[in-house]
């Protein structure tokens, strides 16, 4: 499916459930709330993928791991340090890693939300290994398209 039949397909969904009643003319539909998308909408996306998988903290930062190793061959922390930026906050890292951290997250968060129900596992740790197996893979095909 291309993006605007799937997009109008989504907000006629959204349109169901949202209109503006008058007394004196038909309902109105109103318009699904827009924002700016940046990097805090998307990592907040992503983080309720993995919570919405079942996934605790510990699988936030295995993922995120797992993440920074695929899309840039090093720590999180080798990351902040190489490039000046002040650990926790990824507004302070250079443009493109800021860029290629949202890229990922939101394919990430997608592949996450459609798995939704079938990663469990017989423990949280494994809840949690297989979280970070989708964010790697994602992030290994991500890795390809990015210019390092």
């Known amino acids: 499916m291309a993006f605007i039949p799937w997009w109008k397909n989504e907000k006629d ?5 949202a209109s503006q009643l008058d007394l004196l003319q038909p309902s109105q539909e109103l318009a699904p709330p827009r924002k700016r998308v940046d990097g805090a909408i998307v990592f907040k996306r992503f983080t309720k993928s993995i919570q919405d998988n079942g996934g605790d903290d510990e699988a936030y930062q295995d993922a995120i791991e797992a993440e920074t190793d695929e899309l840039f061959g090093c720590t999180v922390r080798e990351l902040y340090q190489s490039t000046g930026g002040k650990r926790n906050r990824r507004a302070t890292l250079p443009q493109p890693a800021q860029e290629a951290y949202m890229v990922n997250e939101s394919i990430s968060a997608n592949e996450l939300e459609r798995q939704v129900g079938t990663l469990g596992g017989e423990s ?18 991500t890795r390809k398209w990015l210019p390092w």
């Open 13 to 17: 969904n959204i349109e169901e459930s």
């Open 124 to 141: 949280q740790e494994e809840v949690n290994a297989k979280i970070a197996a989708v964010v790697r893979q994602q992030a290994k095909q």
